[in-house]
């Protein structure tokens, strides 16, 4: 960690990832996203607990119903579960909207980091916070239909598995997926290369996965995949003209114990 002193007090933070240079995170907006991470997460812990409490209280409902023949109380018995199920609706869409909403799935230093790396970056990379994504635009990140990383984007990806290799950081795994637009590759020298758009997507993955592991980030937490042309973000332009948004390489920074291939 970086720090600056004047005579009297601590000016500014540095996380040590940006010890180099670039954007500065100041403390008092660290510590304010911190507090509001926190009470976020603790909201949506009480929200389990009564969504688990509500699910157990419509299955001993159910229950009761199924067991009474007495017309009067399974009259009773069905309002009672049909406003039960009202509450449970009303808790679970107060849960995802606030799951989803929230400044992130990520611990809060890992948050900070990325979100000074997009800002560092922005003509290059966003950062997702609710999913936990960096998304580097494509068009910046490689020339035009090839594979090799430009200088800027190679000196993101160093930054980036600085982070990702941090403390904080240990047991997340990271997914690279590669995006294409919707315009075939045409050019002979370029089709030898990535015979179309599934293949130019995952090249494109794998040269970032590369890039990450040979900045530290272990080969075991990665994976590599391609959508090509088949999962843009925005519709594409009509007659294979494409949309530079669709161009792209994302980045997901996955929680332990949920790596698709349940090995971790």
């Given at each position: 960690?970086?720090?600056?002193?004047?005579?009297?007090?601590?000016?500014?933070?540095?996380?040590?990832?940006?010890?180099?240079g670039?954007?500065?995170?100041?403390?008092?907006?660290?510590?304010?996203?911190?507090?509001?991470?926190?009470?976020?997460?603790?909201?949506?812990?009480?929200?389990e607990?009564?969504?688990?409490?509500?699910?157990?209280?419509?299955?001993e409902?159910?229950?009761?119903?199924?067991?009474?023949?007495?017309?009067?109380?399974?009259?009773?018995?069905e309002?009672?579960?049909?406003?039960?199920?009202?509450?449970?609706?009303?808790?679970?869409?107060?849960?995802?909207?606030?799951?989803?909403?929230?400044?992130?799935?990520?611990?809060?230093?890992?948050?900070?980091?990325?979100?000074?790396?997009?800002a560092?970056?922005?003509?290059?990379?966003?950062?997702?916070?609710?999913?936990?994504?960096?998304?580097?635009?494509?068009?910046l990140?490689f020339?035009?239909?090839?594979?090799q990383?430009?200088?800027?984007?190679?000196?993101?990806?160093r930054?980036?598995?600085?982070?990702?290799?941090?403390?904080?950081?240990?047991?997340?795994?990271?997914?690279?997926a590669?995006?294409?637009?919707?315009?075939?590759?045409?050019?002979?020298?370029?089709?030898?290369?990535?015979?179309?758009?599934?293949?130019?997507?995952?090249?494109?993955?794998?040269?970032?996965?590369?890039?990450?592991?040979?900045?530290?980030?272990?080969?075991?937490?990665?994976a590599?995949?391609?959508?090509?042309e088949y999962?843009?973000?925005v519709a594409?332009?009509?007659?294979?003209?494409?949309?530079?948004?669709?161009?792209?390489?994302?980045?997901w920074?996955?929680?332990?114990?949920?790596f698709?291939?349940?090995?971790?």
């Amino acid at each position: 960690m970086k720090t600056f002193f004047t005579t009297t007090m601590l000016i500014v933070m540095l996380l040590g990832v940006f010890s180099t240079g670039g954007c500065l995170v100041w403390k008092k907006d660290y510590d304010a996203l911190a507090s509001h991470n926190l009470a976020l997460t603790n909201q949506v812990d009480r929200l389990e607990q009564e969504l688990a409490q509500t699910e157990a209280a419509k299955r001993e409902l159910e229950a009761r119903l199924a067991g009474s023949d007495d017309p009067t109380m399974i009259a009773m018995l069905e309002q009672e579960l049909r406003q039960l199920q009202v509450d449970y609706d009303g808790l679970l869409a107060r849960y995802r909207d606030l799951r989803d909403a929230g400044p992130t799935m990520l611990p809060t230093g890992m948050n900070v980091a990325l979100e000074a790396l997009a800002a560092q970056h922005s003509d290059m990379i966003e950062f997702v916070p609710s999913h936990g994504m960096i998304k580097f635009k494509a068009d910046l990140t490689f020339p035009k239909g090839q594979d090799q990383l430009q200088p800027a984007a190679a000196t993101a990806l160093r930054q980036l598995a600085r982070i990702v290799t941090s403390a904080e950081a240990q047991g997340f795994n990271v997914y690279i997926a590669g995006h294409t637009d919707d315009i075939p590759i045409k050019k002979p020298e370029t089709k030898r290369k990535h015979p179309n758009n599934w293949y130019l997507s995952v090249h494109r993955a794998v040269v970032v996965e590369e890039a990450l592991e040979k900045a530290g980030v272990a080969a075991e937490r990665l994976a590599v995949v391609g959508f090509g042309e088949y999962h843009p973000t925005v519709a594409n332009a009509p007659n294979q003209k494409g949309n530079q948004a669709n161009r792209r390489v994302e980045i997901w920074i996955v929680p332990p114990r949920q790596f698709l291939t349940g090995a971790r």
